[in-house]
């Protein structure tokens, strides 16, 4: 008993500090040793239930600017809890380094340690190497950032008052889902570096000037053509089309003050942070989950975690894993969770164990018998959409029974286009992979034109995919948003992406009357 | 190892800021919400949390969003039984069953309440009243009745004494009048014992002579300055808190008959509630008392006093008697605070307003602590009579019971923010009161 009492990591429910850090270490040396994994250093916080609440409400960030609508999400995801519809995560964690870890006070030691190795380590991880992570966020100074954000907005309502502090958020709260960059870099151009550019290209175009050009008669005099060079030389300058409507507006908008476009940066600067967690929620939470489930599978074999504990352990991973097919009343869509697992656990049977199916369709990675680094790998270089459509194997598609269907407005019935069957499985696999593809599943409206000394008339485009277009009331109310950041006029026209057809066309200047 | 942090004693209520603001945007809504409620709930309840609904006019969060019924779309679901490529499912009713990406808080959830505290409530209930924000305080006070330290005082009794303080004082006038220490004394006694055992010579007797004298002098002294002098006692002073003398009855009068309308019942139920505010924060206890009448009057319930109507004329004296009886009966006036609040369109039968007056002038008054009386009127009325002295034959009356007692106060009221220049004298006398006690 004692001996077996000795290897044990802990034996009753209850926690503290001691048994957490002695579990985290155990569970740091698999992480580190076993499977590879390379994180931020780690900083568990333990909270209360209504801190949780709190920081569910300030979109998981632990700093956060004052805002009426966290004040709405606070009282609406309390009033979820209160009612017992939806419990609480176990867990929060930041993409911060060093990584923060919420772990709530009323778990229990063996969730605990769950929890350290899902958050701590797996998420800790995938925040650390993932491309989209590495390319799009800064995790050292996002605290920082959001400290400064926060006392910035406070300043700002002491100094121009609620109203028009909340005036200008509101604005740029409906913008920011059109406020990330999707296609690029943002510019890191510093203005002292864009000076220096000027100043270069000045200086050549006066070294190169020759009077003679003067004396050229001008070529042609149509106007229409001059007019037509004009604006697309305009446009260039703006840097135009430009999707992100955000910067657009926060570099370019004649009417704003100084301290109004720092607030739509931070706005910005907030969206484009999240921007790659909602595009890699599969990978993400797939990851994390076969960490902890490898890390927990392996402190029970070793004889560190008793049965007891391992039980409670493996009842909520399977809860968190619960797949309900569509036509049962609990369904609320593809669990990421359970889809990513399964994917990270498919990955890891077709590198040891695969059939000759996976040979087919895996020829690089079906029994080469390394799976750590094949998902290193894959978590590495991935982004859900990618990943998906790298690696959903056919196997998987016959184990969730997934299936598509086309639906189409005009119709009153769906098709079923396809099944888990051969002819099925690279349509169902794109399909899925494009139903994780954020930036095609968000409207793609970009700003497109603006002539800055004229009317000032700002336009926009909707590129419109598939014929889906936009919800009317919510779509004129957004646009009054714009015009009230633009300060002039703003339309908004929706082009077929395919055909190049306009489908509709609006405008605050028709919709103010 | 890695770095704890224990968050669970950081202060809470973090998000309130944004609670505030929240409930500020949502103010319009939210009041209406409460004028609902007010209209249909009991006096006595406002003064609790409410759970209202999620407004959702002014706190919506648009943004550019697909619309539900145009194009082509693909969904791909899970738990295929039955279905192969090409069967037919007819659409789900409204949604559809596969919406990407629809968690959020966007409110869809049309019974979804939430839950005001009484501090917020009431905060929006006085808005339309537009009360001072003085008054608001003073309402929304929670007021403890218990006794509270307030310094020393130089009497009371004896189990108030302050020791320390008491001896402290003594310390200083023994050391201030040189009372002879008991040291110096035993000293003195055992220089004289040591004498006296001494070798009997002149100079030792004159040593021990004067040894003595000086004894003698320093005991005497002793006894007149005492250890403890009465004016040294100091006792713990407690400051008497104000303590609610015990009840309070309100009545409510109303006119009933079918000149009432909704419109003026609602004025006139806030009326009430505003005093029935008012008096739950100075007593502990409150019986309302609701009293209808028509061309006869009755004690109803309140249900039946706001919502049920009865016909027939309009004789107010009838409710002035039902209310003497019902004092007599129930309310002796030497143990209960009696209030009454009565409302009225002002129309009453030709010759009862004097009637009406008199029974004020003989009886009532000298029971009552305060009557309020309020006029609805029309909001067009309001011009026509503004401050003047015209009007019904029972405004004309109530005229001169206002001259002649203090604590009559009426006003005629068109709109919720009449409401409050009727108790403005009531709120005015409160924090003097509270003083003088």
Known sequence: MAKSASKLLFESSDWNFDKISRAYDAIEEIAVEDLHLDTYPNQLEIISSEQMLDAYSSIGMPLMYQHWSFGKRFVFEEHLYRKGHRGLAYELVINSNPCITYLMEENTMAIQALVTAHAAFGHNHFFKNNYLFRQWTDAGAILSYMDFAKKYVARCEERYGLPAVEAILDSAHALMEQGVFRYRRPPRLSSEKERERARERLEYEEQTYSDLWRTLPKSGGEGGADAADEASERRRKLNLPEENLLYFLEKTSIVLEPWQRELLRIVRVVAQYFYPQRQTKVMNEGCATFVHYTIMNKLFDQGRISEGAMLEILQSHSNVVFQPAFDDPRYPGLNPYALGFALMQDIQRICTEPTAEDRDWFPDIAGNGDWRDTLLDAWANHRDESFILQYLSPALMRKFRLFLLADKASNSYLEVASIHNERGYENVRAALARSYDVSANQPNIQVVDVDLLGDRHLRLQHNVKNGILLDESTRDATLRHVRHLWGYDVSLIGVDAKTGATLYECSTAATDG | ?437
């Not at chain 2, 009565?342 to 004097?354: K, L, M, R, T, V």
């Open chain 2, 1 to 437: 190892m890695p770095n704890f942090i224990d968050r669970r004693l950081n202060p809470k209520d973090k998000s309130l800021g944004n609670r505030r603001r929240f409930l500020k945007r949502a103010k319009e809504e939210l009041k209406q919400v409460i004028k609902e409620r007010v209209k249909s709930g009991r006096i006595a309840d406002l003064d609790a949390q409410h759970s209202v609904p999620m407004p959702d006019q002014d706190t919506s969060e648009p943004s550019f969003q697909h619309s539900r019924g145009t194009g082509q779309r693909e969904h791909v679901l899970p738990g295929n039984r039955e279905f192969s490529p090409g069967d037919r499912i007819p659409k789900p009713g409204s949604g559809g069953s596969a919406n990407e990406g629809g968690a959020g808080t966007g409110g869809s959830d049309d019974d979804f309440q939430f839950v005001l505290s009484r501090e917020e409530v009431l905060d929006l209930f006085f808005e339309d009243l537009e009360l001072p924000d003085m008054v608001k305080l003073s309402l929304k006070e929670a007021v403890t009745f218990k006794p509270r330290r307030a310094g020393f005082a130089t009497t009371g009794s004896p189990t108030n004494i302050n020791v320390g303080r008491t001896m402290r004082n003594s310390y200083g006038r023994r050391i201030a009048l040189r009372r002879p220490k008991t040291a110096e004394m035993e000293a003195l006694t055992h220089e004289i014992a040591a004498l006296e055992a001494a070798p009997n010579q002149d100079a030792v007797r004159d040593r021990l002579e004067a040894l003595r004298q000086e004894l003698d002098a320093l005991e005497r002294r002793r006894r007149r300055i005492a250890y403890v002098d009465p004016v040294d006692i100091r006792f713990n002073r407690f400051e008497p808190q104000p303590l609610p003398n015990a009840n309070a009855v309100m009545f409510c009068l109303m006119d009933v008959s079918s000149s009432m309308g909704e419109r003026e019942k609602d004025l006139a139920k806030r009326f009430f509630v505003l005093l029935h505010l008012f008096l739950k924060r100075r007593y502990e206890r409150i019986d309302i008392v609701f009293i209808r009448h028509t061309h006869e009057a009755g004690e109803v319930d309140e249900e039946t006093f706001f919502y049920s109507t009865q016909s027939g004329g309009t004789v107010v004296s009838t409710a002035l008697e039902e209310m003497r009886r019902i004092i007599q009966a129930r309310y002796p006036s030497q143990e209960w605070n009696i209030y009454a609040a009565q409302a009225s369109d002002g129309d009453n039968i030709a010759g009862d307003s004097e009637r009406c007056a008199s029974l004020l002038h003989g009886e009532l008054m000298q029971l009552c602590q305060y009557y309020a009386y309020v006029e609805i009127i029309d909001e067009r009325e309001t011009e026509i009579f503004g401050a003047t002295d015209n009007g019904t034959s029972l405004w004309r009356a109530y005229r001169t019971v206002e001259d002649k007692w203090p604590n009559f106060q009426m006003t005629r009221i068109a709109r919720p923010s009449d409401i409050y220049p009727v108790f403005r004298k009531l709120f005015a006398r409160q924090p003097t009161m509270q003083m003088s006690r």
